[in-house]
């Protein structure tokens, strides 16, 4: 069964260094989005991307953050100058069809990142 | 402000007994999404619902679009299905889904 895979599982970093997060959505699929979810609260979402833009934001998506499909199969979220508050699990998910219409999404098992 | 409330937050269950979850949200929705989150942290869709009654095996999940409300059911229920769940809704007024903070339910042999 296809799936949404993540690396790096889990990352620890230091404060203030780049950090980028790697998702390979599955094959056919178009949408590509990145949630996090903090330790004990909810889901949030960060940003959607189509056809190569971003096509939605959230406030929580500053200018620390990008993101870019470099290869046409990695979907990455970089932050560029981790804070403590970034520690997170992000979440890549991924459709086939805008979630405007009926589209499931399908998340990846995440990726766990530590700011010390 | 828009909220998606789930209650109960917390739910302890002996296996084989009906379980119900609910979800209530402030405004108007266009789409409600059911999720499985695993102990281990990953997410899995169960149900995409905007209007009615959807049933996957031993889930079932109904949405009350005039009384903002939804609810999943899960009947006989299994210690596999020990896990956190997850609903969050697509207002009418944007694209993105937005999620409550999750039901933890914890199935007992």
């Known amino acids: 069964e296809p799936e949404v895979t993540q690396t790096p599982s889990h990352q620890v970093t230091q404060m203030g260094q780049e950090v980028i997060l790697r998702c390979v959505p599955i094959?056919?699929?178009?949408?590509f989005y990145w949630y996090r979810q903090i330790l004990g609260q909810k889901v949030e979402f960060l940003v959607s991307?189509?056809?190569?833009?971003?096509?939605?934001k959230s406030e929580i998506f500053d200018d620390q953050f990008s993101v870019e499909r470099p290869d046409g199969s990695n979907f990455t979220l970089k932050i560029r100058s981790t804070k403590l508050e970034d520690s997170a699990m992000y979440f890549c998910?991924?459709?086939?069809?805008?979630?405007?219409?009926?589209?499931?999404?399908?998340f990846g098992e995440g990726s766990r990142l530590t700011v010390l | 402000k828009n909220e998606v409330e789930q209650s109960p937050q917390n739910l302890t269950a002996q296996e084989g007994e009906f379980i119900t979850i609910n979800c209530s949200y402030s405004?108007?929705?266009?789409?409600l999404h059911w999720l499985q989150q695993h102990p281990g942290g990953g997410i899995v869709s169960l149900f995409m619902?905007?209007?009615g009654k959807k049933k996957h095996g031993r889930l079932i999940a109904t949405i009350n679009i005039q009384e903002k409300h939804s609810s999943l059911h899960i009947t006989a229920s299994h210690p596999r299905d020990s896990a956190v769940y997850i609903c969050?809704?697509?207002?009418?007024?944007?694209?993105?889904?937005?999620f409550g903070t999750g039901t933890s339910l914890t199935v007992i042999p």
């Open positions: 998910a991924s459709t086939s069809r805008e979630l405007a219409g009926d589209g499931e999404l399908f």
């Open positions: 094959s056919n699929h178009l949408y």
């Open positions: 991307f189509y056809n190569n833009e971003i096509s939605e």
């Open positions: 405004v108007g929705i266009s789409a």
């Open positions: 619902l905007s209007s």
């Open positions: 969050a809704v697509r207002w009418n007024t944007g694209n993105q889904f937005y």
